[in-house]
């Protein structure tokens, strides 16, 4: 309230007041010095206290602070990590249970999640100790969960999933921009509600937004709050929130758990390592990652910049395909190329072509080989269709990239999402790409 008016005289003031506020005698001047030391003294001691490495109160005064910039909106989470080493992050961490790790896994709170599943390291493969938190929009998480199914870790390793919503993200305005949300009572009345279909509540801990599993993890984090992320129970800590290495560790980490059958489900055999690490290195960059630079490009320049790469890319892959004759982009073995391939272009029709304007062709009329192919992952292998659900992904970029689509209107096709109608024979299906001078002058530099 602004403080305009003259404070009232005191012989005005209510009998209230009178008690409140009572008259003291004129003080003496000559004892305000040592007062004034006395207090500055006792506030620097405080200061001092306070602000010590070994305080634990420092980091619970970090946690209010967050409450108070509104991060937290539900009790506080228990920090996993000790006091000490969620802010020096030194070489060994230890956890609540005096297990000791050491901090490469996670260097510093701008650092992602690097830990491995492994027989002889501190996350060990072990029925039921591990959560998968996914977005069913994302691409990159698209991944983990793939191999989740794939492998039937949720039946064998008891890896349960908690979905946040597609939507909405909060603005970047928003106090350390919270992001993704659950299902939660507190979302009745925000937009996709408490209960949209196909999300689920966090099984784990009941949190609302997906900010506060990070905090859990490490209470000083300040990197983003993104999907995938693989909890570790026991310790309570985020294992590993790389999509690239938790495709490539789910696929032989829970083995030992596995039937031979399902364990024998190798996404990187030893025979096309090489090709492998060849080909993810311009997928991601090119395609995977392409779609997005032309995007969320600012301006006309940034987008003529990276529009042309993903159908570069698209064109090779192609070429690819047909030359290995089916039924999997490298011929007869599917392999880590066909998650990562498949999570874009299942998105590619129904998303990329109107949302990101990366509109030069569609993959159900362009590129009929890659076509084909996508509709044999989505209509023949249970792992790929049930780990994508459309709505999940056309409202997710529609209604939460605000910059893009402002007015939050989510188009209706194409239509169908996706074709039927798999061509066994791939012999029998033309090639096809996208001829446009700049596009193949791209696809040459690629090599």
């Not at 039927?420 to 790409?433: I, L, T």
Request: with cysteine.
């Amino acid at each position: 309230m602004p403080h305009a008016a003259a404070r009232p005289a005191a012989k005005t003031k209510t009998c209230q007041q009178q008690h409140a506020i009572p008259r003291h005698r004129e003080r003496d001047t000559s004892y305000v010095p040592l007062y004034t030391i006395l207090v500055t003294l006792a506030i620097a001691v405080l200061a001092a206290w306070l602000t010590t490495s070994s305080n634990p109160m420092l980091s619970r005064l970090n946690e209010v602070t967050r409450i108070v910039r509104g991060v937290h909106t539900n009790p506080l989470p228990g920090a996993t990590v000790t006091a000490t080493a969620a802010r020096s992050y030194p070489t060994m961490t230890t956890f609540k249970d005096g297990t000791k790790v050491p901090s490469d896994w996670h260097k510093g709170p701008e650092d992602s999640f690097h830990g491995k599943i492994s027989a002889d390291g501190p996350f060990k493969p072990e029925k039921d100790r591990y959560h998968l938190y996914i977005g069913l929009f994302c691409p990159f998480a698209h991944r983990a969960n793939f191999q989740r199914l794939y492998k039937q870790l949720d039946k064998y390793a008891g890896i349960e999933v908690s979905i946040v919503k597609p939507y909405p993200k909060d603005f970047p305005d928003t106090p350390s921009y919270p992001g993704w949300r659950f299902n939660h009572p507190d979302e009745a009345q925000e937009p996709g509600g408490a209960d949209y279909e196909g999300a689920t509540k966090d099984k784990l801990f009941g949190s609302r937004y997906m900010n506060q599993i990070y905090f859990k993890a490490d209470p000083g984090y300040k990197g983003k709050y993104s999907v995938p992320v693989l909890w570790d129970k026991k310790l309570e800590t985020i294992v590993n929130n790389e999509s690239d290495e938790l495709l490539r560790d789910l696929n032989t980490a829970f083995d030992s758990l596995l039937p031979d059958d399902v364990a024998q489900l190798d996404l990187y055999p030893k025979e096309l390592h090489k090709q492998i690490d060849s080909m993810e290195k311009w997928v991601q960059a090119h395609l995977n990652t392409g779609v997005y630079k032309a995007g969320f490009a600012k301006d006309q320049q940034g987008y003529d910049a990276n529009v042309l790469q993903p159908f570069a890319a698209l064109n090779k892959l192609e070429k690819i395909a047909q030359q290995s004759g089916g039924p999997y982009i490298l011929g007869k073995q599917m392999s880590e190329i066909d998650v990562r391939v498949f999570a874009t272009l299942i998105r590619f029709d129904t998303v990329y072509v109107q949302h990101f304007k990366c509109n030069l062709g569609m993959i159900r009329y362009k590129y009929p080989i890659l076509n084909n192919w996508l509709k044999h992952m989505y209509w023949d292998h249970d792992a790929y269709k049930n780990s994508t659900n459309f709505r999940h992904i056309k409202e997710n970029y529609t209604k939460s990239h605000y910059d893009v689509n402002p007015h939050a209107i989510t188009p209706w096709g194409p239509y169908p999402d996706i074709e039927k109608g798999y061509e066994k024979d791939w012999s029998k299906v033309e090639r096809g790409g996208i001829d446009m001078p700049e596009v193949l002058q791209w696809e040459k530099k690629m090599g």
